[in-house]
């Protein structure tokens, strides 16, 4: 028993470190695109951004290694939650590091494709980005709930608030997109219109990104009882 509950907290604990880092990552593109458009201090930003990711990447290595190393005198034969599901966990958290890398690689291409920040279409793109911290906020309370389901026998866990707010916002995400892009078309003022394009799009990838983790929450929890990630359309129904 003592075991079992050692592997699960360690679990708990690292992954919550892992979802800090990345909602500190994610936060900071925002500031960046602010302090871009106002001739501030960006560059710095996007050195912090990149430096963030880096420790999210040890991060998750290091979670990954929790779980592979990990044989059923660690991880305890009551958490077979974790046994049954330890490929689709890995496959999770490799797919939840693409968030830090995605938001450092758009900071990135701000920096090299110097886009003008006085028109509509970056506004939007700044836009977009807040919502992305948003969602990245409500992810990590989502993504700590669903660990804690897995790595304790006994636990229940409902999800589906945490994730359909997430959904909402990834639309309002591709509503912003569509007016970004289209925009930076229908403006002859707006020099090239690509360059947004292709922007709005990698932001757009980010919040894919975070509604696709969602996903995968709803897959494993569809065969654990005790996690509720989607809500009972008969249920609703009545």
Not at 97 to 125: K, W
Not at 210 to 217: A, F, K, Q, S, Y
């Amino acid at each position: 028993m003592s075991t079992d509950a050692g592997f699960g907290a360690r679990l708990e604990s690292r992954t919550e470190t892992y979802l800090d880092r990345i909602d500190d990552c994610v936060a900071l593109l925002p500031r960046a695109l602010d302090e871009y458009a106002e001739d501030g201090p960006f560059r710095e930003t996007v050195d912090e951004i990149a430096a963030v990711e880096s420790e999210c990447d040890e991060l998750v290595r290091d979670l990954r290694a929790l779980i592979t190393d990990a044989g059923p005198d660690d991880i305890g034969l009551l958490n077979t939650r974790i046994n049954f599901n330890e490929s689709a966990l890995l496959d999770f958290y490799n797919e939840l590091d693409v968030v830090a890398n995605h938001t450092e690689r758009t900071a990135q291409e701000v920096t090299m494709m110097r886009p003008d920040a006085g028109v509509d279409s970056f506004d939007d793109m700044r836009e977009m980005a807040t919502r992305i911290v948003e969602m990245v906020a409500l992810l990590g309370d989502v993504v700590e709930r669903f660990v804690r389901g897995l790595a304790r026998a006994d636990a229940a866990e409902t999800l589906t608030e945490g994730i359909e707010a997430i959904r909402d916002l990834e639309s309002e995400c591709d509503d912003l997109r569509n007016d970004a892009i289209e925009t930076a078309f229908a403006d002859d003022e707006t020099g090239q219109p690509l360059v947004y394009r292709e922007l709005a799009i990698l932001l757009d990838e980010l919040a894919n990104t975070v509604e696709d983790l969602t996903d995968r929450m709803v897959v494993i929890a569809s065969k654990e009882p005790g996690i509720v990630a989607e809500a009972d359309p008969e249920a609703d129904g009545k």
